[in-house]
């Protein structure tokens, strides 16, 4: 399994060849080049992962770590020293063939979409900087690996949001990103030292062994206000998780990252940077599990908080991509509680194995929906709802593929998100049930919102267009169709015969009851949306907004969470942190600097008449201090 170390190369090798390169190149030779290397990566991906799974990766009945390279980088003690390696386990491999999948339909769906703009050479360097940071950190040997790689993600995310860099709002949104993350990553970093400090290493093998007994071991009686060492650790390190995958309060990055173009959008929101946060949860989950239950639990809190929290905005927003931005946050919150609601080893461990099978069907289908989104928008020139309408006619590919993402994280059988939704019900519902009611209203205006989005789109009252709209190119098409045909296809994998919380495989069935549950909400949801949006009621719209007055409102503004965070950061951070700090630094650090720098310039001015070149002075100063001194030592 050495090849694999070619899966990460091959975009290593293609950012810095089109980013030193590509300016030299045609923009269509650069963009060749690029899709061209990531299907060769994506091969090798699914060759890795039929390898894995049907030939050498089980032993006695149970999926084992594959550690195909690893080289020593640091060593600081016996134990503790970081490597840089490649670690094959089920879910690594799973992340290889869901990165390169949706990253090669971006590639070539951007030969058409970017067509004509100004850096496109720069763009597909971006994008394979972004592909091979993110393949990185899901092979990562070890946590200081991931870290690196968990950087390197933020930084291709800020490339690639701030891609159109004269407009302001572009580069506003690859900073916000890039400070909020980081802000974040702190808590992330602090969480690695402590847990390191104690167990003296970093690797994953090590931690999660034996029900991560070596951390349990290590940090057993130690505590900090009341919280396990263990504990503080696990949600620091959670706190890093939160940022990537914009938990409620750290969301508020996403929605503005849509200023980059929609195929990144599609790239980070289905299979990269946004998924981070569960790959790391998961990555560490028998830690959480034996460690830190109490985080776990807080985990699946936030999540299902977050996941309303952001559904209910998703309903008001009218730009089509924000409200897949809130849609994804909502879904990615659905994978977060799925991990907080489980239990370890076989059935127990099922909302762990529904947030892996939720986050690899996800994939397919909200890239489905951003790249449909970005055919939308390419035909219309608007990201706007009110300035489209009756696109079915015109776009019968994008419709139709449109609406089978729609269906599928509507949660409607037999599309893909009906069975991995299906299962994270199911494992709320032997858990929590207040987390289990949570997550089903989830799942009603889930569907309520997609469908306002899809009828506003394509049925409704058909808009005077300036240009008339027509179907995208086939660059733009055949990612679209290939995308629809995983959507339909990939819930029927028997998930939890590949993956699981212990690597033991086990059957999983559909809980009928739970799951026609789930339907009716849809149902409910898609009723209410083809009720109000489908012949464009906007009458009807309006008064029931008005009905619902200041929660409508605070909805539309995302609950003012922005205003909250801009209030506390310069009302607060700014004036009462930041402004003392400064004034320190430069009236005390600084002054103290300058002061001894001054008494020594003066010193140097009033002595430096002493080297005059005359002798007979350098004679009087010598017997005078010769003087002075046997004085000194006479009568002191």
């Known amino acids: 399994m050495e090849f694999t170390l070619f899966i990460l190369f091959i975009p290593l090798f293609l950012f810095i060849l089109l980013g030193l390169a590509g300016n030299k190149m045609k923009p269509l030779t650069a963009g060749l080049v690029g899709t061209l290397g990531i299907a060769i990566a994506t091969i090798l991906s699914y060759a890795a992962a039929f390898l894995y799974f049907f030939r050498i990766g089980k032993t006695n009945g149970i999926f084992e770590d594959m550690m195909p390279f690893s080289v020593e980088w640091l060593r600081f003690t016996d134990m503790l020293h970081i490597d840089l390696g490649i670690l094959l386990d089920p879910i690594s491999v799973m992340m290889l063939v869901v990165i390169t999948t949706v990253s090669l339909m971006v590639h070539i769906y951007s030969l058409g979409y970017m067509k004509g703009e100004k850096g496109f050479q720069r763009y597909y360097s971006f994008l394979s900087l972004f592909s091979f940071s993110m393949l990185g950190l899901v092979v990562a040997t070890?946590?200081?690996?991931?870290?690196?790689?968990?950087?390197?993600?933020?930084?291709?995310?800020?490339?690639?949001?701030?891609?159109?860099?004269?407009?302001?709002?572009?580069?506003?949104?690859?900073?916000?990103?890039?400070?909020?993350?980081?802000?974040?990553?702190?808590?992330?970093?602090?969480?690695?030292?402590?847990?390191?400090?104690?167990?003296?290493?970093?690797?994953?093998?090590?931690?999660?062994?034996?029900?991560?007994?070596?951390?349990?071991?290590?940090?057993?009686?130690?505590?900090?206000?009341?919280?396990?060492?263990?504990?503080?650790?696990?949600?620091?390190?959670?706190?890093?998780?939160?940022?990537?995958?914009?938990?409620?309060?750290?969301?508020?990055?996403?929605?503005?990252?849509?200023?980059?173009?929609?195929?990144v959008s599609a790239l980070i929101h289905a299979a990269t940077m946004v998924v981070a946060g569960i790959y790391l949860v998961a990555r560490l989950f028998p830690v959480y599990m034996f460690g830190a239950p109490e985080v776990l639990t807080m985990i699946g809190y936030i999540g299902a908080f977050t996941a309303l929290f952001a559904a209910v905005i998703a309903v008001t927003q009218t730009d089509i991509k924000r409200v897949l931005a809130f849609s994804t946050i909502s879904q990615i919150a659905y994978m977060m509680v799925a991990l907080g609601v489980s239990g370890f080893g076989g059935h127990d461990g099922l909302g762990y194995m529904a947030s892996m099978f939720h986050l690899f069907t996800h994939a397919f289908f909200k890239a489905l929906l951003f790249l449909g989104a970005g055919s939308v928008i390419h035909a219309v020139h608007s990201n706007e709802m009110i300035n489209m309408g009756g696109l079915r006619k015109y776009m019968p590919i994008t419709h139709i593929t449109f609406l089978i993402a729609c269906l599928s994280i509507a949660g409607i059988p037999p599309f893909s998100g009906f069975f991995s939704k299906d299962e994270i019900l199911a494992a709320a519902f032997h858990h929590d049930k207040i987390l289990f009611v949570t997550l089903w209203i989830v799942a009603g205006l889930t569907a309520f919102y997609m469908f306002r989005l899809y009828f506003n789109i394509f049925w409704g009252k058909e808009k005077t267009y300036e240009h008339p709209p027509h179907e995208s190119p086939k660059s733009m098409s055949l990612p679209l169709l290939f995308l629809a045909l995983l959507t339909c296809v990939t819930g029927f994998i028997p998930f939890s015969t590949f993956i699981s919380s212990d690597n033991v495989p086990f059957t999983a069935h559909i809980d009928w009851r739970i799951a026609a549950s789930g339907i009716a909400v849809a149902l409910i949801g898609i009723f209410a949306a083809s009720s109000l949006y489908m012949k464009g009621n906007i009458k009807t719209v309006k008064r029931l907004a008005e009905r619902m007055g200041g929660f409508y409102k605070a909805a539309l503004h995302k609950f003012y969470i922005d205003e909250v965070w801009m209030f506390i950061t310069r009302k607060v951070i700014f004036r009462y942190i930041s402004k003392p700090i400064a004034w320190f630094d430069k009236h005390v650090v600084d002054g103290a600097m300058n002061g001894i720098g001054w008494i020594t310039q003066q010193l140097s001015l009033s002595i430096k008449g002493f080297q005059s070149g005359n002798v007979q002075f350098y004679a009087w100063v010598f017997i005078a201090g010769t003087l002075i001194i046997t004085l000194w030592v006479l009568f002191l």
Request: net charge negative; charged share 10%.
């Open 142 to 263: 070890n946590i200081f690996q991931m870290y690196i790689f968990w950087e390197l993600v933020g930084v291709s995310s800020y490339l690639l949001i701030g891609f159109y860099y004269t407009k302001p709002e572009a580069v506003a949104a690859s900073k916000k990103a890039f400070i909020v993350t980081r802000f974040a990553d702190l808590g992330f970093l602090i969480g690695i030292l402590i847990l390191s400090f104690y167990t003296g290493t970093f690797d994953f093998g090590m931690l999660t062994a034996d029900n991560a007994s070596l951390v349990v071991q290590s940090t057993a009686g130690l505590s900090f206000m009341g919280l396990s060492v263990a504990s503080w650790a696990m949600a620091l390190i959670f706190m890093g998780g939160a940022g990537k995958s914009a938990m409620f309060p750290l969301h508020i990055w996403l929605p503005d990252a849509m200023e980059g173009p929609t195929p």
